[in-house]
């Protein structure tokens, strides 16, 4: 059996050097509801916008219906 997946990309900015920590409940309460959802969480990548914006790509899976 072949399956197949279907995928969420959730981004999120991080602004300058004063703000570098997520919003931890408000990230957790996010990806609880997701996985209630069947999305399941499989990796972060932070991507270095050479402005004074990082973007934080937080990617999720689940199988297609």
Do not use: C
């Amino acid at each position: 059996m072949n399956n197949k997946w279907e995928y969420k990309i959730i981004s999120m900015e991080v602004m300058g050097l004063i703000f570098r920590t997520a919003p931890l409940k408000e990230l957790n309460d996010h990806f609880n509801q997701l996985s209630d959802q069947g999305w399941e969480f499989i990796e972060s990548q932070r991507i270095d916008t050479r402005e004074h914006t990082d973007k934080i790509l937080f990617i999720f899976k689940r199988l297609k219906a």
